[in-house]
Nanobody
Framework: QVELVESGGGLVQAGGSLRLSCVASGRTLSNGGMGWFRQAPGKEREFVSV????????LYVDSVKGRFTISRDNAKNTVYLQMNSLKPEDTAVYYC??????????????WGQGTQVTVSS
């Protein structure tokens, strides 16, 4: 079993920054991809970003490219999402997920409990 715990969410004004963290514990995953998804009220959970075990492969949804940066520290079993130039439309619950390097929500095996990000205008 793998447990994922997110932190770092909060309330920020538009244009501000936040850094989300996700700490993984439990058994080591063979594929090693770590992703971030988000879900706004009344909307489906959507892909935000994913990083491979090596960190050499990173993918982003178009709406966050140039503003968000995903990274990981394997020694700390932690993945980060640095979010800059935040917009009100970034408001959502952000979830960390473990699985393959994929954009598809259903491909991920493990999920965190989520952390709320609220961006005020």
């Amino acid at each position: 079993q793998v447990e994922l715990v997110e932190s770092g969410g909060g309330l920020v004004q538009a244009g501000g920054s936040l850094r989300l963290s996700c700490v993984a514990s439990g058994r080591t995953l063979s594929n090693g991809g770590m992703g971030w998804f988000r879900q706004a009220p009344g909307k489906e959970r959507e892909f935000v970003s994913v990083i491979s075990r090596s960190g050499l492969t990173t993918l982003y949804v178009d709406s966050v490219k140039g503003r968000f940066t995903i990274s990981r520290d394997n020694a700390k079993n932690t993945v980060y999402l640095q979010m800059n130039s935040l917009k009100p439309e970034d408001t959502a619950v952000y979830y960390c997920a473990a699985g393959p390097v994929s954009l598809k929500r259903d491909d991920y095996d493990y999920w965190g409990q989520g952390t709320q990000v609220t961006v005020s205008s």
